[in-house]
């Protein structure tokens, strides 16, 4: 993982955060409840957007510990308890059953294999949990917009460490096993909310 992607990451951003992507991250954690896991919480972008009155603590995950560092200030001023592990989402370093609900938000692209998050998000969130999760996806529905994400993808992914543009993650998600109950997306595709619920039995 570079040093330098961590140090640009919130300047980069911040115009697309400013004029879209902030409303779509809190209109969907407004919904997470409980105990609550966060995938990939990189800066902490979305810690400010947890509400205290349904939120009660949130372990946030992290592997690049550069990223964990320039979240600190935001942990710091969020209305809730938040503490970061520095682990990768395939491992998850916690009990069957633990969470109420799971938050992702543009981190899936840049998972090496999505499918055994996915598979580890079940695991540790309770039967009936909300799954929240915002991502780029593989813009399927614009067969020429797919071919340029392709083209793409090898020099995006050593720009922007790791992140696949090409990554058909909504297809995974509907494919995990997750109930999926509501999709929003935007940019012709590009971007996708979906609340999903852990069906698995108790």
């Not at 560092?69 to 069957?96: C, N, T, Y």
């Not at 499918?115 to 991502?135: D, H, M, N, T």
């Amino acid at each position: 993982m570079g040093k330098c992607f961590p140090r640009i990451y919130d300047f980069a951003m911040a115009p697309l955060e400013r004029k879209k992507l902030k409303g779509f991250r809190k209109n969907l954690i407004a919904n997470a409840e409980g105990r609550v896991l966060e995938i990939g919480s990189g800066t902490g972008v979305n810690f400010g957007f947890y509400l205290p009155i349904r939120t009660k603590y949130v372990d946030a995950i992290e592997p690049n510990p550069d990223m964990k560092e320039r979240s600190v200030k935001r942990i710091e001023a969020a209305s809730v308890p938040i503490q970061v592990h520095l682990v990768g989402a395939e491992k998850l370093p916690f009990p069957d059953n633990t969470f109420d609900s799971v938050v992702a938000t543009l981190v899936f692209c840049t998972i090496p294999d999505p499918e055994q998050a996915l598979r580890e998000i079940q695991r540790v969130s309770k039967p009936g949990s909300s799954i929240l999760l915002f991502e780029h996806v593989r813009m399927n529905d614009s067969p020429f917009l797919a071919k340029i994400q392709e083209k793409l993808t090898p020099l995006w992914k050593k720009v922007c460490d790791g992140c696949h543009l090409n990554r058909n993650t909504k297809e995974l998600i509907l494919q995990s096993g997750l109930k999926v109950t509501h999709v929003n997306t935007y940019y012709k595709g590009l971007f996708v909310t979906m609340n999903c619920t852990n069906s698995k039995r108790r």
